[in-house]
């Protein structure tokens, strides 16, 4: 249906002509309702308020080699746009299992799955850490599979909604986990953390240059929201710093981010896991979004190459045309890489 159709009624009240507020965007949210608006946010460069744009799609497609009867893994479904399609693909027969930390984001995307017609013969959708593939795959009796796809780091409807904390452009609660029911709140984490800690994971998750001065000034403290937290950065680099300020604050957010969510913890554990979890000739494709990630990836994947345990690598990284990252600029660090299981 198109925005020209029978419309509900207005549930958010806002001031001014648009909403501009994340919660006000109430047609950017009903994609299905107002798929004109969605058409023409997404045609402007940015992604619907609620929803989140999949990066790379016909090359993971193409990694994957899909075809129908296929079972496999979705180890960070998302908002389901890279599900929908490799569901499109395997289907007649094929099973998927769509793994997410997120028990906000995962029941919305499996009722859009089941409204596409994707009901649980189909997909299969398990709240759980990724880390956790292999145990997940035997408890549904899924056994080794044909392929695995992991689209890594936070989807747009986390990063978008400032009741998540996710961003430093809006304020909210201080918060960034996948899973807000479980572990420390990244300003719990912030107000715990030692100054050598904070400037280990200053360095280590975003190549902070200035990681130890930060860390100074930022450890052992307790900030009121996002935007505390973000002024603080500033505060501590000075007004020197200039228009370099947000790109700093864009890397504390990113090491805090990755720090709460043990994120490269759960990614070793994973591709430590994915040589069993692959049948013989099982493809795997894996998109990364920084430098820490890919890393780990590259070095798995090559180590798995010597040692036989992958019979094939991808021997460059696949990164988006201009195209698709002037349409959404958030694929422009995408990285993917693919293997083959001996
Ligand atoms: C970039 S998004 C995936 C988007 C998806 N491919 C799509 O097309 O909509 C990454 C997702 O991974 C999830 N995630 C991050 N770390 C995770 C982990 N350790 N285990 C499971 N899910 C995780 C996030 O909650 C988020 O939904």
Redesign the pocket.
Known sequence: MSDAGERPPRRVRYRGRNPRRFEEKYKEHQPEVYSETAAKVIASGKTPAGS????L?AECLAALALRPGLVGV???????????QILARISPGGRLLG????PL??PK?TARLLALGYGEEAFLPLR????GMAKALAQHALGAVDFA??????????LDDPARGFSFKTAGPLDMR??PTRGLSAAEWLARASVDKLAAALAENADEPRAVTLAAALAGRRFSNTLALADAVRAALGESAGEMADLTVRRVFQAVRIAV???FG??DA?LRSLPDCLKPGGRVAV?T?HSGEDRRVKQAFRAGHRSGIYAAISEEVITAGAEERRLNPRSSSAKLRWAVRA
């Not at 793994?99 to 997120?102: F, K, M, Y």
């Not at 759980?128 to 880390?131: D, F, G, H, L, P």
């Not at 796809?149 to 986390?158: F, T």
């Open positions: 989140h744009v999949p990066i799609v979705d180890a960070t479904v998302g908002y389901g746009g890279h599900a929908a793994l997410d930390a997120d984001e995962l995307t759980s850490n990724y880390a796809l992991a689209d890594l780091g936070c989807s747009s409807m986390q996948m899973n969510n043990d994120e759960a990614l994973w998109l979004f």
